[in-house]
């Protein structure tokens, strides 16, 4: 593929099977998200970020979803029309502890492979251990369509 054929919906469709990919813990799927350089910053407070090369990012979803229960839902997707970028919102449900995070990333996309190259994480709040959810103070998540529940709690 040309530089030019990764059009918004391709890299829609990457977010997508990226997310997809999380939340079955598939290591290869995951690596095959990334270009092998690839960074994922986040917010202070987590241990040994950022996260350094597709190996590396994909161990530790991996290891999210087998320690802490994740599970990841997109709530909302903006894709430039331009360039190589997006902003995506999202949710990580920590159904283990049955708390959930809210949060944004922008990715940058690499040019010529159409692999993600970066992405940089942002909370919607510093994350409270005592909240079920993490998430911003009086937002309408309900009424915009967010979802409440991760597929797994409403599975029970």
Same mark, same amino acid.
């Given at each position: 593929?040309?530089?030019?054929?990764?059009?918004?919906?391709?890299?829609?469709?990457?977010?997508?099977?990226?997310?997809?990919?999380?939340?079955?813990?598939?290591?290869?799927?995951?690596?095959?998200?990334?270009?092998?350089?690839?960074?994922?910053?986040?917010?202070?407070?987590?241990?040994?970020?950022?996260?350094?090369?597709?190996?590396?990012?994909?161990?530790?979803?991996?290891?999210?979803?087998?320690?802490?229960?994740?599970?990841?839902?997109?709530?909302?997707?903006?894709?430039?029309?331009?360039?190589?970028?997006?902003?995506?919102?999202?949710?990580?449900?920590?159904?283990?502890?049955?708390?959930?995070?809210?949060?944004? =990333?922008?990715? %940058? +996309? $690499?040019? /010529?492979?159409?692999?993600?190259?970066?992405?940089? @994480?942002?909370? #919607?709040?510093?994350?409270?251990?005592?909240?079920?959810?993490? =998430?911003?103070? %009086? +937002? $309408?998540? /309900?009424?915009?369509?967010?979802?409440?529940?991760? @597929?797994?709690? #409403?599975?029970?």
């Amino acid at each position: 593929m040309t530089t030019s054929e990764y059009t918004p919906q391709y890299y829609v469709a990457l977010i997508r099977r990226y997310f997809d990919a999380c939340n079955a813990a598939d290591y290869d799927a995951l690596v095959d998200c990334f270009t092998p350089d690839a960074v994922h910053y986040f917010p202070a407070g987590l241990p040994d970020v950022p996260w350094r090369g597709a190996d590396a990012i994909a161990r530790k979803w991996v290891w999210c979803v087998e320690t802490l229960g994740s599970q990841w839902t997109i709530e909302r997707i903006i894709v430039s029309h331009d360039s190589s970028e997006a902003m995506i919102e999202w949710t990580h449900w920590k159904n283990k502890s049955g708390t959930a995070l809210r949060g944004a =990333e922008w990715y %940058d +996309f $690499d040019p /010529a492979t159409g692999k993600i190259a970066e992405i940089r @994480a942002y909370y #919607a709040s510093p994350a409270d251990k005592s909240a079920a959810i993490n =998430e911003l103070v %009086d +937002f $309408d998540y /309900a009424g915009r369509g967010y979802h409440l529940k991760s @597929a797994s709690e #409403a599975q029970r």
